[in-house]
């Protein structure tokens, strides 16, 4: 690591036409193409790092240049003291006098601040020959807790309680991690239950993924309750009443429409519901859990939650039961770290939202370094699997009788194939030329 240096970086517009099966649709976003801001740190040595953000089509270009923006700080920076002073990098690139301004620590900025750092920790771990999840165990509490900037949440969890809380849990590591190459981590899935899908497509996916060894499936609701009704009794009739059902709003509810709704629903015994109303809306969360704990249904959120003082606040209200952390919504490994421990703190089990564009390949080795070096359960714990875009992965999840199994290859498994960003790259992608050149999609103007 000595004398690399960061020489140039390069982002790329990347999406994918999913809109055109409904693949991703919910109550709140209808018509979603899956894509990405695809980030590769170059460096003097060769060896370079892979990130990326997750959005749904429109919209990309702006977080790209955001990237390009962030990226003038980094380059020309020396490795070494990147991640010797991680933290306080981390610090310098999300509260940038000027940059500051446009976020601070929220929406476009935050989530090119994700895909630059989510590029960061995977060369970090090329360079150390380390899949991400072995990395992050492998770090000492000191050396890991050094990453994370504790500005704002020192009232929940500070840097010493954060290293005596690692401390504790040293001892049981390497049965953990044992434990975790030989049975993985459970997954859940949400493929059966996209929005546009058909009652005979639910069912055959159903069918499919019982196959494969899966007893948790989630569901979209909130557009039209009949629908719902209709849509939660055509799962449970496939899946019995034996297995884990999970709903998902996706924002579209007002807080007392969201506790009648789900009084509705409440019959087919969901497990929690998922994003009722404004991500940000931390009170309305706490009375809609409140008021649905006693029907034994939890509420869960995360997906967009801003930053970690959203996470902390909804945390301390306890208005969350499951805390869901994204790999690329809040500003990357660093402060994801800190959510995770704010969580084990207030005995909030945590798990992680995935799904799009290298969502799962990211979230798995948050989740596995959780398990060995923090949780070490996996009680209430299960991570989201969304079975699209993992063949444009290098090196792509691997499920096992529905559970993840720990990645074997160094980095954070986020390098996409170079076919892959030949055919996609939007919007001079081959695939994208030909969607345009027959009038699938409309050609974009040059403006």
Not at 84 to 89: C, Q
Not at 191 to 208: A, F, H, I, P
Not at 268 to 281: A, G, H, L, N, R
């Amino acid at each position: 690591m000595e004398g690399m240096e960061i020489t140039e970086i390069d982002v790329k517009d990347v999406r994918f036409p999913t809109s055109l099966k409904f693949d991703g649709s919910d109550a709140m976003h209808t018509d979603p193409d899956y894509s990405c801001a695809y980030v590769t740190i170059k460096t003097n040595r060769g060896i370079e790092g892979y990130g990326l953000t997750f959005t749904l089509g429109r919209g990309t270009e702006i977080v790209v240049l955001a990237c390009k923006t962030i990226s003038r700080l980094i380059v020309g920076t020396k490795v070494q003291d990147v991640f010797n002073g991680f933290a306080s990098f981390w610090r310098k690139i999300t509260s940038e006098s000027q940059l500051r301004w446009i976020g601070p620590e929220k929406g476009v900025t935050h989530l090119a601040t994700a895909a630059v750092v989510n590029a960061l920790w995977d060369l970090w771990a090329r360079i150390e020959k380390k899949p991400l999840w072995r990395l992050l165990v492998d770090l000492t509490p000191e050396q890991l807790v050094s990453t994370i900037d504790f500005r704002y949440i020192t009232d929940v969890i500070t840097r010493q309680e954060a290293i005596e809380i690692l401390k504790s849990q040293k001892s049981a590591r390497a049965s953990r991690t044992a434990s975790l190459v030989e049975n993985g981590l459970p997954a859940y899935t949400t493929q059966v239950g996209w929005m546009g899908y058909s009652d005979d497509k639910v069912r055959e996916l159903c069918e499919k993924y019982q196959q494969l060894g899966f007893d948790t499936f989630k569901a979209k609701v909130g557009q039209n309750l009949e629908d719902d009704v209709r849509r939660c009794q055509v799962i449970r009739e496939c899946i019995g009443d034996d297995k884990r059902l999970m709903l998902d709003a996706n924002q579209v509810w007002e807080v007392e429409e969201a506790v009648e709704w789900m009084k509705s629903l409440a019959r087919f015994k969901p497990t929690w519901i998922e994003e009722p109303t404004s991500p940000d809306d931390v009170l309305g969360h706490a009375r809609i859990a409140k008021e649905l704990r006693p029907l034994g249904i939890g509420v869960a959120t995360g997906e967009m939650c801003a930053n970690r003082v959203i996470f902390k606040q909804l945390l301390q209200a306890r208005a969350i039961d499951y805390c869901q952390i994204d790999s690329a919504r809040i500003g990357g490994v660093n402060e994801i770290l800190a959510v995770y421990l704010m969580a084990k703190k207030l005995n909030v089990p945590v798990c992680p939202h995935a799904g799009g564009v290298g969502l799962c390949e990211m979230v798995q080795h948050l989740q596995m370094w959780d398990f060995v070096s923090l949780s070490g359960t996996t009680e209430n714990r299960i991570i989201e699997y969304v079975d699209q875009q993992h063949e444009h992965f290098e090196d792509p999840v691997t499920i096992k009788n529905a559970h993840y199994m720990p990645p074997s290859v160094p980095g954070y498994s986020t390098k996409i194939k170079d076919a892959s960003l030949t055919n996609y790259a939007y919007p001079e992608g081959k695939e994208w030329q030909r969607m345009f050149d027959i009038g699938i999609f409309p050609r974009p103007s040059a403006n």
